[in-house]
Each structure stands twice: as C-alpha cells, then as structure tokens.
C-alpha cells in the first residue's frame, strides 16, 4: 500500500493528451515538492519532473506538472509509442521522514 | 555527463548480506547525497534511505534500520549499500541515485539482488 496514491493504468490514442494524478495528504504532498519519475519497461527510472513543476535540461515540454494542495497531476501532450512505461509521483514525507512513492500509472499508448 | 554504474547481479541464500557498489561520475561526488531505492519483481520504487556525502549522516527508512548500511569512498566516489538477514522478500532490484535534497535525480542501472535457497 503506497503513501501516494496514483491510478494503475490509463490509455489514450497517439497523439492525444493524457493527465496522471498522484493524491497524497498534508504531511508529503501538501508541504513538500512533488517530483515524476518515468520508467520504461526494463530499465531504470528517469526524472522528468522536480520541484512540482520544473523540467530537467533534455525533457521535452510535452511533458508538464502542477500541484494544487494535497494533489500533483502530470500531463504528457503529443502521445508518442515510445511515451508507453511507468509513470511514478514521489515527494517527502514529515511525519514519515522518509521519501515516498506512488504505487505508479502504466501508460499505454494505443 | 552524470553516470552511476552499480556492482553486477548477486545471488545469496536466505540469512546471508548483500554489498551493492554505486560508482559515479561526471559531477562533484561530495556535492550531493546517495539515496537507495529498491523494486520487487512486478512492483513500484521503494525507498531504503539516503546518506550525506558531505558528513556521512544517514537517514534510512524505518523499515530497513538495523538491517541496512550505507557507506561511501570519496576517494573512489563510490557509495556502498549493505542489507543483512536477507529472506526471499528482499527479493529485487536496487537502485542508487544521485540525491540533491528533494528528489533522487540521476539514477543507476540497477542491481539485481535474488535471495533463494
């Protein structure tokens, strides 16, 4: 059972817009930064996402982020084939004093 | 460019330890944290703690204390994860990342860590 809570799947069509949601609560999301985390099948993690909203130099602006409150939400625009992995929200947790992940979103691109 | 290159995949028996290296490169190694982060067969990213490279203070997960070390050679710019007791739920890959504060950004291929008898 992961502190954050993230959808298990979604889908879209090539091309299309897709949003994952990451819910948490007032001790992770709601006071520290969110960042995402994609995974392709086999390989390691890559960070697309720090500080809720920034993108590190070489992700493309396809990719964005918000937070509002206790709740992050990542958007991939443009759909691509080779957009299909495990999309992962983590933050900081006070209470817990450790980083905590979302269980992840497969994304399929159809 | 940032590059951590991790130790290869290890087999143990159950009650045996295990010693992960984390060599990196292309960045000041005393300048950021190591964080390690492990996954099951078919699961998400579990975190197991991080270490200050600055002043080897560490904060492991509540989970793993008393079962994890984490370690690391500036000589060498290398970190180094040990986890003892192992039983068939230790079972996965493990992972080290380069670990500003916020966020684990650059991360290694992974090691794969089987424990079977």
């Known amino acids: 059972q992961s502190v954050l809570t993230q959808p298990p799947s979604v889908s879209a069509a090539p091309g299309q817009k897709v949003t994952i949601s990451c819910s948490g609560s007032?001790?992770?999301?709601?006071?520290?930064?969110v960042s995402w985390y994609q995974q392709l099948p086999g390989t390691a993690p890559k960070f697309l996402i720090y500080?809720?909203?920034k993108r590190p130099s070489g992700i493309p602006d396809r990719f964005s982020a918000s937070k509002s409150g206790t709740s992050a939400t990542l958007g991939i625009t443009g759909l691509q084939t080779g957009d299909e992995a495990d999309y992962y929200c983590?933050?900081?947790?006070?209470?817990?004093?450790?980083?905590?992940f979302g269980g992840g979103t497969k994304l399929t691109v159809l | 460019q940032v590059q951590l290159v991790q130790s290869g995949a290890e087999v143990k028996k159950p009650g045996a330890s295990v010693k992960v290296s984390c060599k990196t490169s292309?960045?000041?190694?005393?300048?950021?944290?190591i964080t390690w982060v492990r996954q099951a067969p078919g699961q998400g990213l579990e975190w197991m703690g991080w270490?200050?490279?600055?002043?080897?203070?560490?904060n492991y997960a509540q989970k793993f204390r008393g079962r994890v070390t984490m370690t690391t050679d500036s000589s060498t710019s290398t970190a180094y994860m040990e986890l003892r007791s192992l039983t068939s739920d230790d079972t996965a890959v493990y992972y080290c990342a380069r670990y500003p504060g916020n966020y684990p950004d650059y991360w290694g291929q992974g090691t794969l860590v089987t424990v079977s008898s």
């Open positions: 500080d809720n909203d």
């Open positions: 270490i200050s490279i600055y002043n080897d203070n560490t």
């Open positions: 292309g960045y000041t190694f005393t300048s950021y944290g």
């Open positions: 983590g933050t900081w947790d006070s209470s817990l004093s450790a980083v905590v």
């Open positions: 007032s001790s992770n999301i709601g006071k520290n930064y």
